[in-house]
């Protein structure tokens, strides 16, 4: 029978235990379990996750997977209504001051903010969630919806939107304040976003034509620059992430599309997975490891969750076959 050595051309480690931080493709056996070993990837996927308690399309998100937050959005009328994810499942948080669709979220489920958004007009108003409650804070100095959003509550940012015309603005926040940045390369609405105030994303969305677009441009706390187009141009779509590792899913093309792509900060590669109900203007928040993406339009306004796990390192045993 051949060995290994004959067929691969090369040894096998023989290790007491295994390694601490084995590289992709590595191979070694185990004398203390005696099984052979090699370091693969596990496969990405998208899972349902736990129920909105309202279908609502058009509202925001933020925080983790197992700790989100979902606000905002129309059920048929402006809702003021927040949920909190653990993971699992939903349950109401407390409600916004201000009823609103088409508003952008950033932060985490204990300090998030609300930014912009529709409330018969077309808004600027902020509000921030300290885990339990809402409370009003500056305005953007430029009022729109449909805003593209990173950052945190105490460091974010708002870039986009509609003003009644689609637009390239961009703003900073300071925890109590909006102050003007240099705006976007394209004007667009529909976007999403990622990252830090320091270092953010914007991708897709549609810009004045209208044409949907699958541009990304990289903030780095003073300009945007242009970065790796979208595979899918898409509007009203998710995002999460970082700048050099981010996530982009859903939206519309059109049609609707449950599409997911992961960027590193240089291009995006189409993942294999795709969201199992293809929908728009959901609440979505998390990272390239682990989003999620609750509500929004199938055409119809939903309750679904779906939860992103992305592919990563894992030790599997080796078999005959």
């Known amino acids: 029978m051949a060995d290994y050595i004959n067929i691969r051309g090369q040894n096998i480690e023989v290790v007491a235990s295994d390694p601490a ?17 090699g370091q693969g990837f596990s496969t990405a996927s998208w899972a349902t996750g736990g129920a909105l308690p309202t279908a609502t399309s058009s509202l925001a998100g933020a925080g983790l997977q197992t700790a989100g ?56 108003v902020t509000e921030e969630y300290n885990g339990t409650s809402w409370s009003p804070s500056g305005s953007l100095g430029t009022t729109r ?20 015309t689609r637009v390239a603005v961009t703003e900073e926040y300071n925890g109590a304040t909006w102050s003007p940045s240099n705006p976007l390369n394209t004007a667009r609405s529909t976007l999403a976003g990622a990252g830090i105030q320091t270092a953010a994303l914007a991708f897709g969305g549609v810009s004045p034509g209208p044409s ?37 899913f859903g939206g519309t093309a059109p049609p609707l599309t449950g599409a997911t792509e992961e960027y590193d900060g240089i ?36 309750t679904a969750t779906e939860e992103w796990t992305g592919a990563a390192p894992t030790t599997v045993t080796i078999t005959a076959s």
């Open 21 to 37: 931080n084995p590289t992709q493709g590595q191979i070694w056996y185990n004398s203390t379990s005696n099984t052979l070993k």
């Open 212 to 248: 949907i677009t699958g541009a990304t441009e990289e903030y780095d706390g003073t300009s945007w620059t242009a970065g790796g187009t979208l595979n899918t141009a898409r509007e009203s779509l998710g995002g999460g992430g970082d700048q050099t590792a981010a996530l982009a």
């Open 145 to 164: 919806y449909v805003v593209g959003a990173a950052g945190t509550q105490t460091a974010g940012l708002a870039f986009g939107g509609n003003t009644g």
């Open 267 to 302: 291009s995006w590669t189409s993942s294999p997975a795709s969201m199992a109900t293809a929908r728009e203007k959901f609440a979505n928040a998390g990272t390239q490891a682990a989003a999620f993406a609750a509500g929004g339009a199938t055409p119809t306004r939903t």
């Open 69 to 124: 937050l979902a606000f905002g959005g129309e059920t048929g009328s402006y809702t003021t209504a927040t949920y909190e994810y653990n993971g699992t499942s939903w349950s109401p948080g407390g409600s916004m001051a201000t009823g609103r669709f088409g508003l952008a979220g950033a932060g985490t489920q204990t300090a998030a903010l609300a930014i912009a958004g529709y409330t018969g007009s077309i808004s600027g």
